[in-house]
Structures are given as structure tokens and as C-alpha cells.
């Protein structure tokens, strides 16, 4: 039995496969991504919602936060950061989207400070704080409610 020869010209070259099946994934996954805005949208709502809730928790508490504990705050609010610049790309103009940003700054103003929960007023500014938040995050629903309804 002989080797079979492979005519280059009858057979598309791999990097070219690979290219094709790369952007139809893209593709595919990428509208995944955006059909679930809403969804992931909500997602971050509820978890910056639920830490703000456990800041206030620990404030109550007065037991303040240690420093090494913190980034445990910070770390919901840059997973949403990183959230609203992603769907800024695809949808830029949105309501939802202009309003998580007042969620984002709100939220940062929460934990921008690690020695806020130690403070002997830290109960009551994380109330006014969280309740501010609590008002965005209304808002951001409202526009969320309002896209899906248009």
C-alpha cells in the first residue's frame, strides 16, 4: 500500500480551521453573554446589596473589620466594575447601565475607607450610605424593568 499524498490546495490549512471555529464560538458565546445582561446585570445587584448589608452587620456589631479582611468588600465591587466596562462596549446608551454606574460609585463609597466600620459613627454613615445604594439599586431595577418592557 502506498502513502496517500495530500493536495495543499484541496485541503484548507489548520490556522485558517482554527480562525473559523474560533469566531463561530466567539460568536456564539458572545451572544450568550449579551442575551444574559439582565441576568448578570441583577447578579451584581444582589451581591453588592448583600455585602453592603454585611458591612452594616459588622458595624452594628461594632466590631469593626481588620484590614487583612477587606479586600473581601472590595472584591465584589471590581468583579461589577469589570462587568459594566464589558457591556459598555456592546451597549453603551442603556439606562441600567448608566444607572449601575451610580451603584458602582455608591457602593465604592462604602468601602473606599477599610477604617469606616471601626468608627464610633460607622453604624449610622453606613445606614445613610447603604441607603443611598439601596436607592440606586431601585433605580438601576426600574430601567432593567423598563428595557425588557420596551
Known amino acids: 500500500m502506498g502513502r496517500v499524498k495530500l493536495n495543499r490546495r484541496s485541503n484548507p490549512p489548520i490556522a485558517a ?35 453592603a448589608a454585611k458591612l ?35 451597549y453603551p446608551d442603556l439606562g441600567s447601565l448608566r444607572a449601575f454606574r451610580v451603584v458602582l460609585k455608591r457602593y465604592g463609597a462604602l ?3 477599610p477604617g469606616l466600620a471601626g468608627r464610633p459613627d460607622a453604624s449610622r454613615e453606613i445606614a445613610r450610605r447603604r441607603e443611598a445604594l439601596a436607592e440606586a439599586i431601585a433605580e438601576t431595577r426600574r430601567e432593567l424593568d423598563r428595557e425588557a418592557n420596551a
Open 17 to 51: 480551521i482554527l480562525v473559523v471555529l474560533v469566531t463561530v464560538a466567539s460568536a456564539a458565546f458572545g451572544g450568550c453573554y449579551w442575551s444574559r445582561y439582565p441576568e448578570l446585570m441583577e447578579t451584581h445587584l444582589v451581591l453588592l446589596d448583600e455585602f
Open 56 to 90: 452594616d452587620d459588622v458595624a452594628r456589631s461594632e466590631r469593626g473589620v481588620p484590614v487583612e479582611s477587606w479586600p473581601e468588600f472590595i472584591y465584589p465591587l471590581e468583579r461589577a466594575r469589570d462587568f459594566a466596562r464589558i457591556a459598555a462596549q456592546r
Open 111 to 113: 468601602v473606599d475607607d
